[in-house]
């Protein structure tokens, strides 16, 4: 891995943050940081890509202001200050998300710990909103969870504390396996695996209940297949990582491998759609 990382600092307005993270998360981007200006993108160097970037830059030249700058710069802890900052996250009124340095007088069901450093994943974003939001409503209870892009290892904290029997979770990055590892041990959930490599690569001992996946919308209709041929009949998919406008896209794909929705549920523009396979 290299020991640096090219920073692309975008000025925006407030109003397109989001679209262009989500954009901008499709050119080997990983790391988000907001400024006073919009926002800062972060990403190992040989993985940006320029030529998507430029492609962005076109598609949305009406925007202004808009300024994209790309630099170098030596790996390290970019949001140390952020954690610094961080706010608790409630969801549900059930589910507390904090870091390890916040003391809440007030108890809640289920507390989980993340310390995020480079990892995507702290219950911040709406899209991990919503995937805790939803792994309440499903039973967990026993079952098998599979975390695909698992980042801070959130989504498989919180499907240990629901009773999962066990969950293999894996991310690419070797940040994320570090982060994760460690989130993990914090928040006392020993039956969480985490491996790095991606689901094409890795091997697992038998099929899974839950497969949870909060990516974005390519990686999604990329590794659908996948997703249901590790799923048991009858066992669930919960994706996220995508906008609202996307899901008949993502149906048209979940169709083809036998997976029909459940439900679905929206906060802002994203959503977070739950599927069964037949």
């Known amino acids: 891995m290299s020991n640096f990382y090219t920073r692309l600092q975008v000025i925006c307005d407030s109003s397109y943050s989001e679209i262009l993270m989500a954009e901008i998360a499709e050119a080997g981007f990983d790391t988000f940081m907001e400024t006073d200006t919009g926002f800062e993108a972060y990403a190992e160097e040989n993985k940006a890509d320029r030529k998507h970037i430029e492609e962005i830059q076109q ?3 009406h925007v202004k202001p808009l300024l994209l700058l790309f630099e170098k710069v030596e790996k390290q802890n970019w949001n140390e200050e952020w954690e610094k900052n961080v706010d608790p996250i409630i969801v549900e009124d059930t589910v507390l998300v904090r870091a390890a340095f916040h003391q809440l007088n007030r108890k809640f069901p289920i507390e989980i710990i ?13 899209t991990t909103h919503l995937m ?4 309440l409503k499903v039973d967990h209870k026993d079952k098998r969870v599979m975390d695909a892009g698992c980042g801070t290892a959130i989504l498989s904290v919180m499907a240990s504390k629901v009773g999962a029997k066990e969950v293999d979770a894996f991310d690419i990055d070797e940040w994320s396996i570090l982060n ?3 989130n993990t041990e914090v928040n006392d959930t020993p039956n969480v695996h985490i491996q790095q490599g ?4 890795l091997k697992f001992s038998e099929s899974f ?7 974005n919308k390519n990686v999604l209709i990329a590794e659908m297949e996948q997703y249901a041929w590790h799923l048991k009949p009858g066992g669930n998919l919960m994706i996220s990582g995508f906008y609202t406008k996307d899901i008949p896209d993502l149906m048209v794909v979940a169709g083809k491998h036998g ?5 679905r549920s929206e906060m802002e523009t994203w959503a977070c759609v739950l599927l069964q396979k037949k």
């Open 209 to 215: 209940d839950i497969v949870l996946a909060n990516i």
């Open 59 to 61: 598609k949305y030249a």
């Open 259 to 263: 997976l029909s929705e459940v439900r």
């Open 132 to 135: 805790l939001s939803n792994q």
């Open 180 to 182: 994760g590892k460690e």
């Open 198 to 201: 991606s689901i094409g690569d």
């Open 114 to 126: 993340i310390t995020p450093k480079m990892s995507f994943g702290t219950g911040h974003h709406q």
